[in-house]
T-cell receptor, first 113, second 113 residues
Framework: GENVEQHPSTLSVQEGDSAVIKCTYS??????FPWYKQELGKRPQLIID?????GEKKDQRIAVTLNKTAKHFSLHITETQPEDSAVYFC????????????FGTGTRLLVSP | SAVISQKPSRDICQRGTSLTIQCQVD?????MFWYRQQPGQSLTLIAT?????????ESGFVIDKFPISRPNLTFSTLTVSNMSPEDSSIYLC??????????FGPGTRLLVL
């Protein structure tokens, strides 16, 4: 089955810096890669996703890149703000009707003012 | 997007008892899933709730321990049976249309004494 590895487990940056979180997946059939942000005590919230027919997707300060050959994808947050502090999870699935998500282990991002 | 609610939001239970968690979606969704999240950990899929048929369980999870119902396209229940302290966790449901984004409920925080 699919296995998703995520690095780093913790990431501390200064406000205004960029943050990059990386994930690798094992199943080449996976074709949908969402990223979720989870604040303490809250539900995971989708922040961006990418499908395998696209190499990069941007939404304001957030971008995701996908390298299908290497089977890895990354989340990029620019101009970080203290409210970006949270745990971020990557996931992978075969999004063909039965989109079971396999999650990475999570990255705790701390943005210091 | 789908709005998902769960009941109860939290509960404290005695070992040996059972708890049923309800998940309600505000629109018809094809896929519904149940996850478990231990404190500080990632999300682990328990099962896929199939409408009108038996749930599909992941390795390590069995129907006798986690019976699931899904009578229609907007509602599902997860029962945690014969609970032990090891079942203390956050239980989340998620849902979405086939081939589309999954949204999460707020979670049920369970403590077993």
């Amino acid at each position: 089955g699919e296995n998703v590895e995520q690095h780093p487990s913790t990431l501390s940056v200064q406000e205004g810096d960029s943050a990059v979180i990386k994930c690798t997946y094992s199943d080449s059939a996976s074709n949908y890669f969402p990223w979720y942000k989870q604040e303490l005590g809250k539900r995971p919230q989708l922040i961006i996703d990418i499908r395998s027919n696209v190499g990069e997707k941007k939404d304001q300060r957030i971008a995701v890149t996908l390298n299908k050959t290497a089977k890895h994808f990354s989340l990029h947050i620019t101009e970080t703000q203290p409210e970006d502090s949270a745990v971020y999870f990557c996931a992978a699935s075969m999004n063909t009707g039965f989109q079971k998500l396999v999650f990475g282990t999570g990255t705790r991002l701390l943005v210091s003012p | 997007s789908a709005v998902i609610s769960q009941k109860p939001s939290r509960d404290i239970c005695q070992r040996g008892t059972s708890l049923t968690i309800q998940c309600q979606v505000d629109s018809q969704v094809t896929m519904m899933f149940w996850y478990r999240q231990q404190p500080g950990q990632s999300l682990t899929l328990i099962a896929t709730a199939n409408q009108g048929s038996e749930a599909t369980y992941e390795s390590g999870f069995v129907i006798d321990k986690f019976p699931i119902s899904r009578p229609n396209l907007t509602f599902s229940t997860l029962t945690v049976s014969n609970m032990s302290p090891e079942d203390s966790s956050i239980y989340l449901c998620s849902g979405g249309p086939a081939g589309e984004t999954q949204y999460f409920g707020p979670g049920t925080r369970l403590l077993v004494l």
